[in-house]
C-alpha cells in the first residue's frame, strides 16, 4: 500500500503533456488568455490598411469573400455532407480525365520530343559538340597527357601592355612649342657670294657612323657596371667574366623537383645496400654513377675509393675508379689494382689505354704478358701495335708456342709468313688443333691465292692447283668427321659464304662440293639444292648459289628447271661468256627443251652474231623439227635482217610441217605487215577453214576491212567471230568500236550489252562501255555505269582506276585507299591501282613519292616469280611519261641557276629516264590497252621494246 501511494504522489507531480486539456474528457474545452500570448494590442484595420495603399498609388486587392453567398457566408456547398456516392463519382471523373489525358500523351509527348530534337540539332550543346573527342580521350596515355604544352594566348590580340608614364623634360616642351612657327626673316648667316650655307656644305649632315658608336659606348659602359662590382664595405671587388659565366651555365644541369627526390630516395637506397652488403661490388658502383649523375664527382670518388677498399678483388669497381678519376689519377689506381687482381687482363687493357703512345703501351702489354701469358686478347693487342711485319711474326711465334691451341693465332701467324712457310704454319696449325676446320679452311684458300697470284701458270696448271683445293676441303670434312667433330650442312655452307666474302670463291665451290649431299634425303635433293641456291642468291652470295646449281646439274643433268635457273643466274649476275656456256652446255643434255634454244638464239642476235643464232636455230630444228616457237624464232630473224623472201619461203615450210594455229595467224600478220592485203586475206581464209574457233584470225581479218573502209565485211567478220568465239571479250570490243567508228552508238551500246550477257563480270567490257558512255558525252550515263560495274567487278584494278580519276580532287585519295583494299588479292588488279595512286603524286608535285610508287608499280623491288605487274606496258608508259615532265619544277628554279647547274639537271633527269628505259627493256611488256594498240599498229613493225615505250609516253593522256 506505501509503495502505490508513493507512486501515485510522484505522477501527480509530474508536468502535464504539451497538449493536455483538463477535462477534455468529460466535455470541457480549452481557452487561451492573454497571460497565456504575453502583452499584445490590436492591429489596424481594414479602412485604414486601404487608405494607406491608396495614398501610396498602390492597386488594392479585391477581397475574395465579397462576392460570397449571403445566405451561405462559407460556401454553396458547406453545409452538404460527402458522401460514398460523392467520392465514387470523383474516381469515376478522375479516371475519365485520365483516359483523356492518355489519348492525348502519346501525341504530345511526340511532339516535345521531336521539337527538343529540333532545338538540338540546330542548337547543340557544347558537350555534344565535342562528345567524339571526349570519347577519344580515352585512348591517350600519361607521356601523352604529360606532353601537352601549357595554353598560351589563343584569342590572336595583341595583350595591353601596362602603360608607363614619364616625366617630359622642359628641354621637349620648348622644342615642341616652337614647332609650328614660321620664320619671317632671312638667315644672317651668309657667304661673300650672296648664297647661304646648307647644312650639307657645313658638315652638319647627320653621322649614323658616330651614333652607332656612341651607342656601343654607353652599352659596354653599363655590361662593365653589371659585370665589376665592387663591396666598399670589405674592401674587395669581385670580377664576373661574361662569356666565362655563360660558358658555365651550358654544363649546369638543371634537375626538376622529382628528380631532385628520385635521386634522394635512390641515394637511401644504395647507401643502405653498401652498408648491409659491403663486399657487393656493383653496390658500390650504383652509388657512385648516381652521385656521378647528380654532379657530386667529389662524391662519387669518395665512394668508389671506398668500394676499392672493400672490394679489392673485383676488376670492375677498379675500373670504374679509374673512370671517374683523371687520366693521371687513373694510372695510379690502376697500377694498385694490378697488386690485388694481377690476372685480369681487362685492368691491364686499361692501363694500357690510358697511355699516350704505342711505345708506353707496348711496354704496358709485354709486363701483362709476364703475369697472363696465355691471355689470346693480350696476344692480339700486343702484336697489333708492333710497327713492323717482322716484330709481329716473331710475337706470334712466341704466342703459338704459349698457346698452341689457340686457332686465331695460328691463322695469324700464317697470314704474316711467306706462302711456303705458312704451308708449314698451317700444318703445324692441323697437328696442334686437329679439331679445327678453320686450318683447313685456310689451308685451301692458300693454294687459291698462289694459283691466282701467279700469272706464269698455265690453265691447266691453275686447274691442277684448284684440284688441290678441292682434295683438301675433301679430306678435311673426312678427318673431322673421324676426329668427331661434325658440323652441319648449314654450318659449312656459311663458312662457304664467309669465303666468297672474303675473296676465295673457289675456296668456296670447294666447300659447297663436299658438304652440299650432307643431311639430305636421296629423295628431297632436287628441291632442297634449289631452295639453297635461291637463298643464297637472294644474299648476294653468287659464286655459292653458282656451285650448289652446278653440283645439282652434275647429279641431275637433265632437268631442264635446273638448267633454266643456272642460266637465269648466269644472265644476272655473270658474264655473256659465261652465259652462252651454260646455254650450250643446257641444250646438249636437254635437246627437247625448246626454250634453251631460243635463248641461246636470242643471245647471239642480240650481241651481232647473226649467223650464230641461225646456226643454233638449225641445230634446234634437227632436234625439234616440229617445233612451233623455233619456227617462229627462225622467220623472225630473217624478217628483221631484211630478208623478205626467205622469211616467206620459212612460213610456207612452217605451214606444212608444224600447221599450227599460231603460224597461220603469224603469216596472215606478215603479209599485212608487208602490203600484201589480198594474199593476208587469202591465208586468214584458208586458216578459218582449219581453225574455225581461233579468235584472232577474226580480229586480224576484221581489222583489215575497217582499215580498207569495208564496213560490212568487217562487221561480218566480227559477227562471225562472236558467234564462233562468244566468250572471247575482244572480238566484243572490237565489234563495238566498229559500230562506233560508223557512227552508230546505239549499236555499239547493244553489242556490249549483250556480250556482258554472254561474259559476265568481265571488266574489260564494262570499262569499253563506260568509254563509249563518256565518247558520246554522257557523263551522268558513264557514271552510273561505271557505278553498276563496280558492284558486278568489286576487285577490278582498271574499274577503279577509272572511279579514282572520276572522282572530285579532294576525294581521290580516299577512293584509292578503297580501291587498295579491294584490289590487294590481285597482282594485276593492285598493280593498276597502284600506279593511278603514283599518278595522283605527280598531279600533286610530289615527285619522290610519284617515283616511288611508280617503282611500286612495275614492282621494282619484287622477290618472287611473278611478272605479272612487270608485263603492263602501260604503267612502265605512265613512269616514262612522268621522267619526262616531273622536272618542271626544278628546271624554273634552275632559271636562276648557272649553267652549269642547268647541265647538271639535265644529266641528272636523263639518268632517270635512261634507268626507266633499260628496266623496261629487261621486262620486255606485252600488255596493257594503250602499250598493245600501239605495239600491234602496222607502223611500229619491227621497233624494240624501248622504241614502243617512247611511243606509249607520247600516246598516253
Excluded at 7 to 33: D, E, H, I, Q
Excluded at 674 to 685: Q, V
Amino acid at each position: 500500500m506505501a509503495s502505490e501511494k508513493k507512486n501515485k504522489l510522484a505522477f501527480l507531480s509530474m508536468p502535464a503533456p504539451a497538449s493536455y486539456v483538463a477535462g477534455l474528457g468529460r466535455g470541457a474545452s480549452g481557452f487561451t488568455t492573454r497571460s497565456d500570448i504575453g502583452p499584445a494590442r490590436e492591429g489596424p484595420s481594414a479602412e485604414a490598411i486601404a487608405e494607406a495603399q491608396t495614398r501610396r498609388g498602390e492597386e488594392i486587392e479585391a477581397d475574395p469573400e465579397q462576392f460570397q453567398d449571403p445566405d451561405n457566408e462559407t460556401g454553396l456547398f458547406a453545409g452538404t455532407t460527402y458522401e460514398q456516392d460523392d467520392e465514387e463519382a470523383d474516381r469515376i471523373y478522375d479516371a475519365v480525365d485520365d483516359a483523356m489525358d492518355s489519348r492525348r500523351r502519346a501525341r504530345r509527348e511526340e511532339r516535345e520530343k521531336a521539337e527538343m530534337e529540333q532545338l538540338r540539332s540546330e542548337r547543340p550543346k557544347i558537350q555534344q559538340q565535342f562528345a567524339d573527342l571526349k570519347r577519344g580521350l580515352s585512348a591517350v596515355t600519361d607521356s601523352e597527357w604529360e606532353s601537352i604544352p601549357e595554353v598560351g594566348n589563343l584569342t590572336r590580340r595583341k595583350r595591353r601592355k601596362e602603360e608607363r608614364s614619364f616625366a617630359v623634360p622642359d628641354s621637349v616642351l620648348v622644342g615642341d612649342r616652337g614647332r609650328g612657327e614660321y620664320e619671317n626673316a632671312l638667315d644672317s648667316r651668309q657667304q661673300q657670294d650672296g648664297g647661304f650655307e646648307t647644312p650639307a656644305e657645313s658638315g652638319e649632315m647627320t653621322n649614323f657612323v658616330e651614333i652607332g658608336q656612341a651607342r656601343d659606348k654607353i652599352l659596354s659602359l653599363k655590361l662593365d657596371q653589371v659585370s665589376n662590382t665592387s663591396a666598399a664595405s670589405s674592401g674587395t671587388s669581385t670580377s664576373v667574366d661574361p662569356r666565362g659565366y655563360l660558358t658555365s651555365l651550358n654544363s649546369v644541369v638543371i634537375k626538376s623537383d622529382a628528380e631532385i627526390g628520385d635521386i634522394k630516395r635512390a641515394r637511401m637506397l644504395f647507401d643502405s645496400l653498401v652498408k648491409s652488403n659491403p663486399k657487393h661490388s656493383p653496390g658500390w658502383i650504383a652509388a657512385a654513377c648516381l652521385e656521378e649523375h647528380a654532379g657530386r664527382m667529389v662524391a662519387a670518388r669518395k665512394i668508389i675509393k671506398a668500394g676499392c677498399e672493400q672490394c679489392p678483388k673485383s676488376e670492375d669497381v677498379w675500373l670504374e675508379a679509374a673512370r671517374l678519376h683523371t687520366n693521371e689519377d687513373a694510372k695510379v689506381i690502376l697500377a694498385n689494382a694490378v697488386q690485388h687482381v694481377g690476372q685480369s687482363v681487362k685492368i691491364w687493357l686499361g692501363a694500357a689505354d690510358l697511355e699516350g703512345d704505342d711505345s708506353a703501351k707496348r711496354r704496358v702489354l709485354r709486363k701483362a704478358l709476364e703475369h697472363i701469358p696465355n691471355s689470346v686478347r693480350l696476344w692480339k693487342e700486343t702484336v697489333n701495335l708492333e710497327p713492323s711485319r717482322d716484330d709481329a711474326r716473331i710475337l706470334l711465334a712466341r704466342a703459338v708456342e704459349v698457346i698452341p691451341q689457340s686457332v686465331e693465332l695460328w691463322l695469324a701467324l700464317a697470314r704474316l709468313e711467306a706462302p711456303e712457310q705458312a704451308q708449314k704454319v698451317l700444318n703445324k696449325a692441323q697437328a696442334a688443333v686437329p679439331t679445327s676446320h678453320e686450318t683447313w679452311i685456310a689451308a685451301g684458300r692458300l693454294i687459291e691465292q698462289e694459283a691466282v697470284r701467279d700469272t706464269k701458270l698455265t690453265v691447266d696448271e691453275r686447274n691442277a692447283k684448284f684440284n688441290i683445293v678441292d682434295g683438301i676441303i675433301a679430306r678435311a670434312v673426312r678427318t673431322l668427321r673421324s676426329k668427331g667433330v661434325l658440323l652441319t650442312r648449314d654450318q659449312w655452307l656459311k663458312e662457304a659464304e664467309r669465303c666468297e666474302k672474303e675473296g676465295s670463291p673457289r675456296t668456296c665451290e670447294a666447300i659447297v662440293k663436299s658438304t652440299i649431299s650432307m643431311e639430305i634425303d636421296e629423295e628431297d635433293r632436287l628441291d632442297t639444292w634449289v631452295s639453297d641456291a635461291k637463298s643464297a642468291e637472294v644474299r648476294g652470295m653468287v659464286s655459292t648459289a653458282r656451285a650448289i646449281l652446278a653440283y645439282a646439274l652434275k647429279t641431275f643433268p637433265d632437268r631442264k628447271s635446273l638448267w633454266m635457273r643456272a642460266a637465269d643466274l648466269e644472265e644476272a649476275h655473270g658474264t655473256r661468256e659465261n652465259y652462252v656456256a651454260i646455254l650450250e652446255r643446257a641444250v646438249d643434255h636437254c635437246p627437247q627443251a625448246e626454250d634453251l634454244w631460243l635463248r641461246g638464239a636470242k643471245e647471239k642476235w642480240m650481241s651481232g652474231d647473226v649467223p650464230g643464232a641461225r646456226n643454233v636455230l638449225e641445230k634446234a630444228f634437227k632436234a625439234n623439227p616440229e617445233s612451233e616457237k623455233i619456227w617462229l624464232a627462225a622467220i623472225k630473224i630473217e624478217a628483221e635482217n631484211g630478208e623478205i623472201a626467205v622469211a616467206r619461203q620459212l612460213l610456207s615450210r612452217a605451214r606444212d610441217v608444224a600447221d599450227t594455229q599460231r603460224i597461220w595467224m603469224k603469216s596472215a600478220v606478215f603479209e599485212r605487215q608487208h602490203g600484201n592485203i589480198p594474199r593476208a586475206l587469202e591465208t586468214i581464209s584458208t586458216a578459218l577453214q582449219k581453225f574455225p574457233k581461233f579468235d584472232k584470225l577474226y580480229m586480224i581479218q576484221g581489222q583489215i576491212h575497217q582499215s580498207s573502209k569495208a564496213y560490212p565485211a568487217a562487221r561480218a567478220s566480227f559477227a562471225a567471230g562472236v558467234k564462233a568465239c562468244p566468250k572471247r571479250p575482244t572480238l566484243w570490243i572490237l565489234a563495238s568500236r566498229l559500230e562506233e567508228a560508223d557512227g552508230k552508238s546505239i549499236k555499239a551500246r547493244a553489242l556490249l550489252e549483250k556480250a556482258r550477257l554472254v561474259n559476265p563480270s568481265t571488266d574489260v567490257l564494262w570499262a569499253e562501255s563506260v568509254g563509249v558512255e563518256q565518247r558520246s558525252g554522257g557523263e551522268a550515263q558513264a557514271k552510273a555505269m561505271l557505278a553498276r560495274a563496280l558492284q558486278d567487278c568489286p576487285s577490278s584494278g582498271l574499274l577503279w582506276s577509272m572511279a579514282i580519276w572520276a572522282e572530285p580532287r579532294p576525294t581521290r585519295k580516299s577512293r584509292s585507299t578503297d580501291a587498295l583494299k579491294k584490289c590487294q588479292n590481285s597482282t594485276e588488279s593492285s598493280a593498276i591501282i597502284i600506279c593511278t595512286i603514283a599518278r595522283l603524286f605527280w598531279a600533286e608535285r610530289k615527285v619522290e613519292k610519284a617515283r616511288q610508287w611508280f617503282g611500286r608499280a612495275v614492282d621494282k623491288d619484287r622477290k618472287d616469280d611473278s611478272d605479272v605487274s612487270r608485263d603492263i606496258g602501260d604503267s612502265w608508259g605512265w613512269w616514262m611519261k612522268f621522267e619526262r615532265q616531273h622536272g618542271t619544277d626544278v628546271c624554273s628554279f634552275s632559271e636562276h641557276l648557272r649553267a652549269f647547274g642547268r647541265m647538271l639537271i639535265r644529266l641528272f633527269l636523263q639518268e632517270h629516264r635512261q634507268q626507266v628505259v633499260d628496266m623496261c627493256a629487261a621486262a620486255d611488256p606485252h600488255h596493257g590497252p594503250v602499250w598493245q594498240s600501239v605495239a600491234k599498229d602496222l607502223k611500229n613493225a619491227g621497233k624494240s621494246t624501248k622504241e614502243i615505250l617512247e611511243l606509249v609516253a607520247d600516246a598516253l593522256v
